[in-house]
């Protein structure tokens, strides 16, 4: 069943975050704040300038070999997503029809290179958030966002919205398994039970969710959350992040691929 396999893919980079290699053990603040200032370097270059932003590569590159994540889950997740990025950038080689490349006879618009530019920033900006998430986990995450003094509501918020995901998930599974098993064909499937099962759903989770909430009170929760991996800041994580602040410095300032054309341009012409 199709709802069966997405549910229980969802947590998929959570379990990933389990495993014990250099980049699992750093600091969840510091993967937080580097992969934010990758962020922030990505974004900020000009849109017309695609081969700036191929060296950024190097960070997502990194992060998923080093936490030996498998490629195709970082694929599938963007993959997912990607319908959004069409929306964005489609109507630019429309409505920019300047051209801005000659290659081979062919004219390059400036709204062809900044759609390409707009999807390689997707690539990088999505996939080092995927792999963040999948190299210290979402409460890792939190836990970054509370030591850094963001406000403990707004981080107990988040890491309740995601654990409650998988509350109304897991009553969605419930309902699906009963309607596939009293159905057959194409029975079950018009939009009045549709209208039904979702009425029920919210009822089910808003119960489900009271009953969780009250056994989190009954086990002491005090508006706390306590992870059983602690971390601390130490030489690796001062390393990471003076070392790959550096190469973003460099690669903004400098345009990488350009310099490395031209060299082998001089040595061969």
Not at 81 to 108: C, V
Not at 252 to 263: A, D, L, P, Q
Request: aromatic residues 14%; proline residues 3%.
């Amino acid at each position: 069943m199709r709802f069966d396999s997405e549910y229980f893919n969802l947590g998929y980079l959570d379990t990933l975050s389990y495993k014990d290699t250099f980049i699992h053990r750093l600091d969840p603040r510091t993967k937080l704040l580097v992969t934010l200032i990758f962020i922030i370097f990505v974004v900020s270059n000009s849109k017309y300038e695609i081969t700036k932003l191929i060296p950024f590569l190097i960070y997502p590159v990194f992060l998923l070999t080093s936490g030996n994540i498998p490629l195709r889950a970082v694929l599938k997740k963007i993959l997912i997503i990607s319908p959004f990025l069409i929306f964005i950038g489609i109507f630019n080689p429309i409505f920019d029809k300047r051209t801005i490349y000659m290659i081979i006879g062919i004219p390059i618009s400036q709204g062809w290179i900044s759609l390409f530019s707009i999807i390689l920033k997707f690539i990088l900006t999505v996939s080092s958030a995927i792999l963040l998430i999948a190299v210290t986990s979402f409460p890792g995450i939190c836990e970054a966002l509370e030591k850094m003094k963001v406000p403990k509501i707004l981080v107990i918020q988040l890491l309740f919205l995601y654990r409650y995901l998988f509350v109304l998930l897991e009553e969605s599974l419930k309902i699906v398994r009963a309607r596939e098993a009293r159905s057959f064909g194409k029975r079950g499937k018009d939009i009045k039970t549709f209208t039904k099962i979702l009425s029920v759903l919210l009822i089910r989770s808003l119960e489900r969710a009271e009953r969780i909430y009250q056994a989190m009170l009954s086990r002491g929760f005090k508006g706390e959350i306590h992870l059983l991996r602690k971390h601390s800041i130490g030489f690796n994580d001062i390393v990471f992040a003076a070392s790959f602040l550096t190469i973003f410095y460099i690669l903004k300032v400098y345009n990488i691929v350009n310099i490395f054309g031209e060299e082998l341009k001089s040595i061969f012409f």
